[in-house]
């Protein structure tokens, strides 16, 4: 699998609710170009939030310095720090003006394992299910972070940070409450690759996604 057979996901990609979104990312390949090699995973599990009437989602209290990203362009990176120790990637969806924002919870690596061990300080024959199968480690595992790929467009070529399709489609998609959240967390919006080893959670199938 090399990023010469992957597509850069355009902008109208992004414009559906983040639900939707959040299930049609699913297979596709998030690239990150370092300086010396390209690092190459598949989403493999994401999480939907909603906007305004999310309690859960940064964009429920309005419009801040912070979350600026959500409410902006869609398809652009929304990277936050959590925990006073980890990154998280996301991306924005819905039209410009309209918040709403998918959260990359897990990847399959494809390309250069080794690098995402050794970023991780893992050594370089550790598990690949190690690298990046968290929001928290995926970031780690590919150098995401806020201060240099916050509103990145991960719809241009030229950007070192991508999501892009290779023609993959996922043969069964999983949905269950999102993890990992004390608000609206009865919400059936989380999306997975079902069977995939790779995701950060239970694999229990809650119900079918939608046609």
Same mark, same amino acid.
């Not at 924002?101 to 300080?121: D, N, Q, S, W, Y």
């Not at 928290?136 to 509103?151: D, F, S, T, Y």
């Not at 059936?188 to 996604?209: C, H, Q, T, Y």
């Given at each position: 699998?090399?990023?010469?057979?992957?597509?850069?996901?355009?902008?109208? !990609?992004?414009?559906?609710?983040?639900?939707?979104?959040?299930?049609?990312?699913?297979?596709?390949?998030?690239?990150?170009?370092?300086? #010396?090699?390209?690092?190459?995973?598949? *989403?493999?599990?994401?999480?939907?939030?909603?906007?305004?009437?999310?309690?859960?989602?940064?964009?429920?209290?309005?419009?801040?310095?912070?979350?600026?990203?959500? !409410?902006?362009?869609?398809?652009?990176?929304?990277?936050?720090?959590?925990?006073?120790?980890?990154?998280?990637?996301?991306?924005?969806?819905?039209?410009?003006?309209?918040?709403?924002?998918?959260?990359?919870?897990?990847?399959?690596?494809?390309?250069?394992?080794?690098?995402?061990?050794?970023?991780?300080?893992?050594?370089?024959?550790?598990?690949?299910?190690?690298?990046?199968?968290?929001?928290?480690?995926?970031?780690?595992?590919?150098? *995401?972070?806020?201060?240099?790929?916050?509103?990145?467009?991960?719809? #241009?070529?030229?950007?070192?940070?991508?999501?892009? #399709? #290779?023609?993959?489609?996922?043969?069964?998609?999983? *949905?269950?409450?999102?993890?990992? *959240?004390?608000?609206?967390?009865?919400?059936?919006?989380?999306?997975?690759?079902?069977?995939?080893?790779?995701?950060?959670?239970?694999?229990?199938?809650?119900?079918?996604?939608?046609?």
């Amino acid at each position: 699998m090399g990023e010469s057979k992957a597509i850069p996901l355009p902008p109208e !990609f992004y414009l559906d609710r983040p639900e939707k979104v959040a299930q049609n990312l699913l297979g596709k390949l998030l690239i990150r170009k370092l300086k #010396d090699q390209t690092l190459i995973a598949r *989403i493999v599990e994401t999480e939907a939030y909603l906007g305004n009437d999310d309690p859960a989602a940064h964009s429920f209290a309005g419009r801040t310095a912070r979350n600026e990203v959500l !409410f902006g362009p869609p398809g652009h990176a929304y990277v936050y720090f959590i925990y006073g120790m980890h990154y998280c990637l996301n991306v924005s969806c819905e039209p410009e003006g309209q918040a709403g924002g998918v959260l990359i919870r897990a990847l399959e690596p494809v390309t250069g394992l080794a690098e995402m061990a050794r970023l991780r300080k893992l050594p370089p024959n550790a598990s690949p299910r190690l690298l990046t199968s968290g929001p928290g480690k995926l970031c780690q595992a590919l150098a *995401i972070a806020r201060p240099e790929h916050n509103g990145i467009d991960l719809t #241009d070529p030229a950007s070192e940070l991508q999501i892009a #399709d #290779d023609g993959y489609q996922p043969i069964e998609i999983a *949905i269950t409450p999102r993890i990992g *959240i004390s608000k609206a967390s009865d919400l059936e919006l989380r999306f997975l690759i079902a069977g995939n080893k790779f995701v950060s959670g239970p694999l229990r199938r809650s119900s079918p996604p939608e046609p």
